[in-house]
């Protein structure tokens, strides 16, 4: 006999995810979700972009680690509320699923906070797959990585909003080649915005936090 | 690597599929639809879903996975398109944004009981 049914398996993390976007509207607070694979240097991008950002945008951060606060002390030199996530306890996940980030935000307390950021754990894969109830999405690449990784990680580039290519100072002794680098997200994501930037040495980053800003205002009004 | 949190959805979607009324049932067959841009690996979901499906109703079921193809639209000049590469760009106008028809699905269609 068969039984049909017809069911999204990840209906349970769909409407966690709703129920969060639901709060984050209630509490007028644009959320993005920042992801990337390890190392591609999304704190030190968070940490220079929370010092241009602050204190005209209030600004919190979610960090997901596997293990180690070592992020979120990073994080809160700036200034800006944060709250690390340790997916350990819940088997050592490799995101960060809609509900963590519903108890996390609500523990946190949103009221005085015009942006929220996750900093999702470091994997191209997972993340990619379940929605948290953000606003927007933003993948880091890092010109230590390969310019084919677009192409072999489609479903993180294509859900992705914008994209980051980081550490373009270290450009000159590398043989990566950032225009194919864009040219492949292009290919993934057609009309993408790629902002190359370097947390180092700070260049770049004018691109970025206007568009950031301005889809911040775009849903604060 | 998140095969495990979906074979438990999948796990307790199945469960409470089984009509109260059937005595010792016995699922046969898992019917999903995955579709090629998911990130989930058949292999991984198999081997978790015959761990924690041990001693249940679903023990020893066969996964059987019908995969979806990608499907693509342009919304500049509505062409739709299936595709087997990760290049999404429109074949037609060469612009535009695109968006994804299908090839995302994690879907369970139906469970097969035995008989018996």
């Not at chain 2, 198999?46 to 066969?62: M, Q, R, Y």
Request: proline share 4%.
């Amino acid at each position: 006999m068969e039984i049909k049914i017809q069911r999204r398996i990840l209906e349970k993390n769909k409407s966690d995810a709703d129920r969060n976007r639901a709060f984050f509207k209630e509490k007028q607070v644009f959320v993005l979700n920042m992801m990337s694979s390890p190392g591609s240097g999304k704190t030190e991008t968070l940490c220079r972009t929370l010092e241009k950002l602050m204190p005209d945008i209030r600004v919190g951060v979610i960090v997901g680690d596997i293990c180690t606060t070592n992020d979120a002390d990073r994080l809160s030199v700036t200034g800006a509320k944060v709250t690390q996530i340790n997916t350990d306890q819940f088997g050592g996940d490799c995101h960060l699923a809609a509900h963590l980030i519903d108890s996390s935000a609500r523990a946190m307390g949103c009221d005085d906070l015009d942006l929220l950021i996750v900093e999702n754990i470091g994997n191209l894969v997972c993340p990619a797959e379940f929605d948290i109830g953000e606003d927007a999405r933003t993948v880091v690449l890092s010109v230590t990585e390969g310019e084919d990784k677009p192409l072999k990680y489609p479903l993180m580039f294509q859900v992705a909003d914008a994209a980051i290519l980081n550490k373009i100072d270290l450009l000159p002794y590398l043989d990566f080649d950032a225009a194919l680098a864009v040219e492949n997200m292009g290919k993934v994501h057609p009309g993408m915005p790629v902002f190359e930037l370097s947390a180092k040495t700070r260049e770049g980053f004018e691109p970025w936090l206007l568009w950031l800003r301005t889809r911040v205002k775009e849903k604060l009004g | 690597m998140h095969e495990m949190g979906i074979a438990q959805q999948l796990v307790t979607i199945a469960l409470d599929a089984i009509p109260d009324d059937i005595k010792n049932p016995r699922v046969e067959t898992l019917n999903l639809r995955i579709g090629k841009l998911a990130a989930v690996v058949e292999h991984s979901l198999s081997f978790c879903l015959e761990v924690i499906t041990k001693d249940t109703p679903l023990e020893g079921a066969e996964l059987v996975i019908e995969q979806v193809p990608v499907c693509l639209r342009c919304e500049s000049c509505k062409h739709e398109w299936q595709t087997d590469t990760p290049a999404f760009g429109c074949p037609a106008c060469k612009t535009g944004q695109v968006t994804l028809i299908s090839g995302r699905e994690i879907e369970i269609s139906s469970i097969e009981l035995a008989d018996d």
